[in-house]
């Protein structure tokens, strides 16, 4: 299926691509690759899902956040693409980081939530390579940010 189809599928309605709010841009594409921005953690209202892993949040709940980081993706890529998700031929990585505390180990499984569903959305095309950190602090107090980078046709 493609992406839009696994998207009504799923029934997922992808959040309003954000516009950067400092000196960057939300995507860059630069020959084949789609560089989108760090992607912080926000529900389905816009309100930034906040706290440290480990001791605000649980690792079910950083999962969720990431699940929203990569739902912000999507709809950046899809803005990047001009709204024609068949041109992502794959994506390449994802960097993950998880504001949480010290003695939390739990980084890729909160990282997951944000593999799993760009996985469900491109199917086999969104098999990726990915990095998982621990950071003490992020932007507004988020939880939870992602990055990506896509092949395009």
């Given amino acids: 299926m493609s992406a839009e189809e696994n998207l009504k599928k799923l029934n997922i309605q992808l959040p309003k691509a954000a516009d950067p709010v400092g000196s960057y841009v939300a995507t860059k594409i630069i020959k084949n690759l789609l560089y989108i921005s760090g992607q912080i953690s926000m529900d389905s209202e816009g309100n930034l899902i906040k ?3 480990g001791k605000d949040l649980d690792v079910n709940a950083g999962y969720e956040a990431a699940k929203r980081c990569a739902l912000s993706i999507v709809a950046q890529a899809k803005k990047a693409c001009g709204d024609d998700l068949s041109k992502i031929k794959s994506c390449i990585k994802l960097t993950g980081f998880v504001n949480s505390t010290d003695d939390f180990t739990d980084q890729p499984k ?8 760009i996985v469900q ?3 086999n095309s969104g098999m ?5 950190v621990s950071t003490n602090s992020l932007p507004l107090g988020v939880s939870v940010e992602v990055d990506a980078i896509f092949e395009i046709n």
Avoid: M, P, Q
Avoid at 110 to 117: E, F, M, Y
Avoid at 128 to 132: N, Q, S
């Fill in 128 to 132: 990726h390579t990915r990095a998982a």
């Fill in 110 to 117: 909160v990282i997951n939530g944000a593999s799993d569903l």
């Fill in 121 to 123: 959305v491109f199917e």
């Fill in 51 to 53: 706290g440290k892993l």
